[in-house]
């Protein structure tokens, strides 16, 4: 069964810098892309930024220049080095990523959320 685990959220101060990572494990044959992200409270769940198998990228307006996304294909890893965070980035991130295991063909797959909340 495939999981994608997240780490790295918590309480930063604006102006301050969180790494996220996530890792999917299970039996999966290939990953297409992979990225995070983000539901603030009353609002919809955005996309921060993502990246193909070839290392393409795409972000968000609101994060481009702080935020950079980078993925290890060997290990089935996603991370989202977050600077300069503003209050603004706070929400719950989510890791997500398109992947076939060995018994299906390529869906989505979604982490369980890690909260940011960027504070004084």
């Known amino acids: 069964q495939v999981q994608l685990v997240e780490s790295g959220g918590g309480l930063v101060q604006p102006g301050g810098s969180l790494r996220l990572s996530c890792a999917a494990s299970?039996?999966?044959?290939?990953?297409?892309?992979m990225g995070w992200h983000r539901q603030a409270p009353g609002k919809q769940r955005e996309l921060v930024a993502s990246i193909n198998r070839v290392g393409k990228t795409n972000y968000v307006d609101s994060v481009k220049g702080r935020f950079t996304i980078s993925r290890d294909n060997a290990k089935n890893t996603v991370d989202l080095q977050m600077n300069s965070l503003k209050p603004e980035d706070t929400a719950v991130y989510y890791c997500h990523a398109n992947l076939r295991d060995r018994s299906t063909w390529y869906q989505d797959y979604w982490g369980q959320g890690t909260p940011v909340t960027v504070s004084s």
């Open positions: 299970g039996s999966i044959f290939s990953i297409t892309d």
